[in-house]
């Protein structure tokens, strides 16, 4: 017989007993090893203002309160700019007639929040703020947002209360009148981001890279003292 076969019979039960606890000890051990090294996989990598920067974020050093007003959600429903309290918002200032910034980077936000994990766009919101009033009401808004994703949500509302708005948060937009006696809209191309207090909290800068914004979302979430 088997040298190593008749050991193993020879064996008392305490010690299989034994033996078999300390398999199942290191087998539980390596799976709260394996468990603990995905978790830390999953967690947003820290980052420094410099490299924030590098990847085209500027986090403000103090956060700007936002005045309170009202403009008009796409649902053609009042909004008042309280109401982004409670969560993250991307916003960014543009019109359905634009021609290319608009759609590439609506397209580009809609990638970005696809590579998102459940938890994180449960409190994300994408907003886009039109600067073309005049041309932009709700229901047209409503649909061009949700051309590029179901969750985007738009805002319209008063001339004069975009302009305050979009100046609070330092995007500048103009009408300019074409030849043809339409007009387009030169506007900033910045994506801003506002906090669960409301406040503006930080900027992406143009090009937009959806690798390097989740990057730097996730980083600046982790890091902020709500």
Known sequence: MDKTVADTQQKTPEQQ??????????????????????????QPRIITDAELQANGAIELERPRILDSFTLLADSGEDFSTDEFAGRWSLVFFGFTHCPDICPTTMATLNNFYQTLDEETRADTDIVLVSVDP????P???????RYFNPDFRGLTGEFLALKRFANQLNVPFNKV???????????????????????????????LDPAKMKLTYRSIRATYNG
């Open 177 to 207: 009148p074409l030849e043809d006696g339409g007009y387009t809209v030169d506007h900033g191309s910045q994506v801003v981001l506002i906090n669960p207090r409301g406040h503006y909290h930080a900027f992406f800068r143009a090009p």
């Open 139 to 145: 229901e047209k808004l409503h649909d061009y947002v």
């Open 17 to 42: 007993r034994g033996i078999l606890i300390t398999v199942v000890v290191l087998v539980l051990l390596m799976l709260a090893v394996l468990a603990g090294f995905l978790n830390k996989m999953g």
């Open 134 to 137: 005049k041309r932009d009401r």
